[in-house]
């Protein structure tokens, strides 16, 4: 009976999201056929973008593993009570030193794949652990240290990249890695007729499989989740809360760096100036939706996936803009926000039918 | 005379728990009823019915013998029932006048005269002494608490429900108050008061619905019934209110804080060259009034706040500078003031919460991956030892236990540990009967092992009942270390103004 009770707390939040998640497509069908479009088509076309051939889907799934990988990256510091906004500038650094690396570094592809992956992971963590260290020595708050950090990795690359990974044609944009040097996997390429999927996609399989088990298995995962839910009694109980919240931040800033090792290595094979990725914010609707859940994050980052890669062939097919894509993304994330009215609506069914149930007992 | 209010059968299920199981209540016109029971009997839950807040699964209500459906607060109001909330609802910054006409402002233009006219002849009327125009910030609790009975009769009721509504008083205004309930009996009105507080009972009630656990077990008239025959229907079994112990058999030091001083959160020295010692097997009582030091004493020797000057030991251990895991590991165990800010955390199950402080280490866990076998079998037994009740046993949350499981569940965790030196603070505020004595028996049991315990409350009482020891401190600084046997509560009462015995008079 208590194992059902758990299972009923947690399909909670999957019932949450899937209604957030009909909702939001709900207005976008009323956005669509406010200009005119039928929406039916509208939604046709936009799942059809993003799965109807297998290159499709390979590219949905390319996608999606930036945004799983940035989810994971809010997910877990919101479990450690942290907000951690500055996913794109963590990104950054991490797709910086993993371009790099890839310039500059040539060692046999396997032991090479190690050391890519392990710079992005450094580069990300480094700048998640600075604004950790600020929030936990000086109590600076880390919404703002992060949006700090992300302007300092923007410029710092808008300087990095064309004074040292300059490519031959354009001042803005670093050259292209070999593939070779890359993510990508020619056979995966192959097997998905030429699609973007790439070795990033298992990365942040994997990343979902340990964050979890992270949380609910370990000691460390433990004392994080008592520092996010209650510093004070994290305090008494010995747990150190500042080493704590410094951990979070870096590994929530690995997480990120390996995001930027999958867009930059992997979906595409340079860096652009000028430009703050906004899968970094993309990843906070991710998490939300996701309910913070590493399987909940690998599920919305799936769905967002989707609404990203498809959105662009619903533009080519039918009058619809992309933006109408964006708009069901900010509806789903609103009423994700205000889970709470769900929770209370679905509980009211439920005791509705069941008194309805008793009542029909007793006439018997 | 009849009955203004019938709650008739009233059931309410919760996930995994019955709170009202066919409970009847009847209120009869011009009477104080007061509805007694444990915490988590149910009490609350039943007035959050008769309030709109909750709605029964089964059972009818009835105002002057009239069926009544009561789907919200406000339908509550046009019935004329009022509620003064346990935690008062009123903006910090409004005068009281504006609190009280604040969602009945009538026409669109105010008219604050009128209405606080109309407040201060109320207020005249029922002998409250407020005035209308304070802000609510500036003045006391027991004000505040008054301009909550003034909103209820600026609104017409005439069925007032009080929801424990001594927690928060100091012993004058809770004499103020039962003062002002037969003032407005004697006016006409009906009174609920709800409360696990038999003096004040025996003090105000005329008659008494009593429950436990969610079942209705009688309804007594006070003035024929004894406060222990009250306090045993509450509790189910008669309860005792001396503590039952044996002298203590003091062995060697097991805390020893020398010259400590401390500072406090205005930077001055909040515990001045304090030295007290506390052997195996008694209890030191710190007798004090609130805000003399014992925050910062306690905190000093637990490790959450820093020490200016002097040395605390425990079992030959200087711990003076050592943080909070190395102080739990030489066994001090603390059962903290506030509860469910330092004590829980609220959002994690029981099965969490109890291997707070060991989680870290064999068998809870083994090189950082949990041994969940064992942390079930844990919590499952400190569960079941301490009778700690909740909805979905090891797997409820903490922040859904009533206050006396949380409680227990606390103390449970901290007896369990290798407390060698348990310091409680504080450790029966808010609880009922049936959980006091418990608690109280658990602390001299853990005397009796052989155990240090360090006891600090702001309940004379409380300290007299089990203290083998008495510490008073005054200011930060500690008056005098007395044998409860040889004193009494007047001269520690002196003792804590700063009256050291021999001087003064």
Wanted: glycine residues 10%.
């Amino acid at each position: 009976m208590i194992k059902r009770k758990i299972r009923a707390r947690s399909s909670n939040a999957f019932i949450v999201a899937l209604s957030a998640v009909f909702l939001g497509l709900l207005g976008g069908a009323v956005l669509m056929a406010s200009i005119g479009s039928n929406p039916f088509t509208g939604f046709y076309y936009l799942f059809r973008g993003g799965l109807m051939s297998i290159e499709r889907i390979g590219n949905t799934l390319a996608t999606a593993t930036t945004l799983m990988l940035v989810g994971l990256s809010v997910a877990f510091a919101f479990k450690t009570g942290l907000f951690n906004i500055g996913a794109s500038g963590q990104m950054l650094i991490g797709g910086l030193c993993a371009t790099l690396v890839a310039h500059k570094i040539f060692l046999p592809r396997p032991i090479y794949l190690v050391v890519l992956v392990g710079s992005a992971l450094l580069g990300g963590a480094l700048w998640g652990v600075i604004p950790g260290f600020l929030k936990a020595k000086f109590n600076v708050h880390e919404v703002v240290a992060t949006i700090m950090m992300n302007w300092i990795a923007y410029w710092s690359i808008y300087y990095f990249v064309p004074a040292y990974l300059k490519g031959p044609s354009l001042e803005t944009e670093s050259a292209s890695i070999a593939v070779s040097q890359s993510l990508r996997a020619p056979w995966l390429t192959k097997l998905l007729n030429g699609s973007y999927l790439n070795y990033g996609f298992f990365i942040a399989i994997a990343a979902v499989i340990i964050i979890r088990f992270i949380l609910d298995k370990t000691t460390l995962g433990f004392g994080l989740k008592a520092v996010g839910s209650n510093r004070w009694c994290a305090e008494y109980a010995g747990i150190k809360v500042q080493r704590n919240v410094i951990i979070s931040m870096m590994i929530a800033g690995g997480l990120a760096g390996l995001a930027g090792l999958s867009f930059y290595t992997g979906y595409s094979r340079n860096m652009q100036i000028g430009i703050l990725p906004s899968q970094g914010f993309d990843g906070i609707a991710v998490a939300l939706l996701g309910a913070s859940n590493p399987l909940g994050v690998l599920f919305s980052s799936l769905f967002f996936g989707i609404l990203q890669s498809g959105k662009g062939f619903m533009n080519a097919m039918t009058s619809v803009p992309p933006e109408i894509a964006d708009s069901i993304i900010a509806v789903i994330i609103y009423f994700t926000a205000t889970s709470v009215l769900f929770s209370r609506f679905w509980d009211r069914v439920r005791r509705r039918r069941q008194d309805r149930r008793a009542g029909g007992e007793e006439k018997e | 005379m009849g009955y203004v209010i019938e709650m008739l059968n009233i059931r309410k299920e919760f996930p995994g728990i019955v709170a009202n199981d066919d409970v009847t209540l009847q209120v009869k016109e011009g009477e104080i009823h007061a509805i007694l029971g444990e915490n988590g009997a149910g009490k609350s839950t039943l007035m959050s019915i008769l309030f709109g807040l909750y709605h029964a699964d089964r059972g009818t209500i009835k105002v002057r013998g009239k069926e009544v459906r009561v789907n919200n607060p406000n339908d509550a109001n046009d019935l004329g029932i009022g509620m003064v909330h346990q935690h008062f609802q009123l903006v910090q910054n409004f005068t009281v006048t504006e609190n009280i006409i604040l969602g009945k402002e009538g026409s669109f233009f105010l008219d604050r005269k009128k209405a606080s006219k109309r407040i201060a002849a109320l207020s005249q009327q029922y002998g409250l002494n407020i005035d209308p125009d304070m802000i609510i910030e500036d003045i006391s609790v027991g004000m505040q608490q008054r301009v909550e009975i003034l909103k209820m009769l600026y609104r017409d009721a005439n069925i007032l429900i009080f929801d424990e509504p001594t927690a928060v008083l100091t012993p004058q205004e809770i004499e103020d108050l039962i003062q002002i309930m037969r003032n407005l009996v004697r006016e006409g009105k009906s009174i609920i008061l709800i409360t696990h507080k038999l003096a004040e009972i025996k003090a105000v009630a005329d008659r008494c619905t009593v429950i436990r656990r969610g079942k209705l077990i009688g309804v007594v008239e006070v003035a024929d019934t004894s406060v222990s025959k009250m306090a045993s229907m509450m509790v189910g079994r008669p309860v005792s209110f001396k503590v039952d112990k044996r002298p203590a058999q003091p062995g060697r030091v097991i805390l020893e804080v020398r010259d400590l001083s401390v500072l406090n959160n205005k930077r001055l020295l909040g515990v001045k060259e304090f030295t007290l010692s506390v052997r195996a097997g008694e209890i030191v009582g710190i007798a004090g009034v609130d805000g003399n030091g014992q925050t910062e004493l306690i905190e000093a020797i637990t490790g959450l706040r820093p020490i200016e000057g002097g040395a605390v030991i425990v079992d030959g251990n200087d711990i003076t500078h050592a943080d909070v895991r190395r102080r739990n590991e030489v066994g001090v165990g603390h059962i903290p003031e506030d509860r469910q800010k330092r004590g829980l955390v609220l959002e994690s199950r029981l099965y969490d919460n109890v291997a707070i402080k060991e989680y870290y280490h064999t068998p809870f866990s083994k090189r950082g991956i949990l041994n969940e076998e064992y942390l079930t079998e844990y919590a499952q037994e400190v569960v079941d030892r301490f009778d700690v009740r909740s909805g979905e046993g090891i797997y409820s949350l903490a922040g859904k236990l009533s206050g006396g499981n949380q409680q227990k569940l606390i103390v449970g965790r901290e007896i369990s540990g290798t407390s060698e030196l348990l310091i409680a603070v504080q450790p029966t505020r808010g609880l009922d009967v049936g959980a006091i004595e418990y608690i109280h028996s658990q602390l001299v049991a853990h005397r009796d092992k052989g155990h240090a315990v360090l006891l600090v409350s702001f309940e004379l009482d409380e300290i007299f009942n089990l203290s083998d020891r008495i510490a008073v401190i005054f200011n930060g600084a500690l008056v005098d270390v007395v044998e409860t046997g040889k004193t009494d509560e007047e001269r520690v009462g002196l003792m804590m103004a700063g009256i050291k015995a021999g001087e003064g008079r």
